[in-house]
């Protein structure tokens, strides 16, 4: 297993549209261990492919309080459920240190393939629900700070453009 690196806003790779997988293979595995293994160790609950320059659609999740509990979806389409808005506030691991509420279905199913290929569906709320729907945002090419002010984004951008400046000064 490899560590891959997190693309950080605003790098212009974060805007891709990831291509679906046509076949769930050996190298599509690897892809997976390795976002896993990047996404446990930046201490995230999820990472979608396009955050680490990999153009397929690839989401690993783990929301459990252990840890231990990786979700892998491979091509996955969102429904949303009946049910009320949530507003949670999120974070992202390319947009480290922000959070902010974002209006999103609380309820929702997911049909994805595994990693062995299989196609399955689950459904969906709480943290997981907010989780799945930001990680699919990423393979649109979308980021969740993109509904705020382009203010507030220019703001951001500065702040983590200081940071990387400190942190490779
Ligand atoms: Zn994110």
Do not use: W
């Amino acid at each position: 297993m490899a560590l891959l690196e997190i693309l950080q806003f605003p790098d212009p790779r974060l805007r891709n549209k990831a291509t679906p997988v046509t076949e769930v293979n050996d190298t599509v595995r690897q892809h997976v261990d390795n976002m896993l293994e990047t996404m446990y160790k930046a201490q995230g609950v999820g990472l979608a492919s396009t955050q680490v320059d990999i153009d397929q659609r690839i989401v690993v999740i783990d929301v459990s309080e252990e840890g231990d509990d990786p979700l892998v979806f491979i091509n996955p389409k969102i429904t949303p459920l009946e049910g009320p808005t949530s507003e949670m506030a999120e974070g992202c691991l390319s947009v480290p240190g922000f959070y902010e509420p974002l209006g999103r279905p609380e309820n929702v199913r997911v049909t994805a393939l595994d990693r062995d290929g299989e196609e399955f569906s689950m459904d969906c709320d709480g943290l997981l629900s907010v989780c799945i729907q930001h990680e699919c945002d990423h393979l649109d090419g979308k980021l969740f700070i993109d509904t705020l002010s382009s203010l507030k984004r220019t703001r951001i951008r500065k702040k983590l453009e200081k940071n990387r400046r400190l942190a490779t000064a």
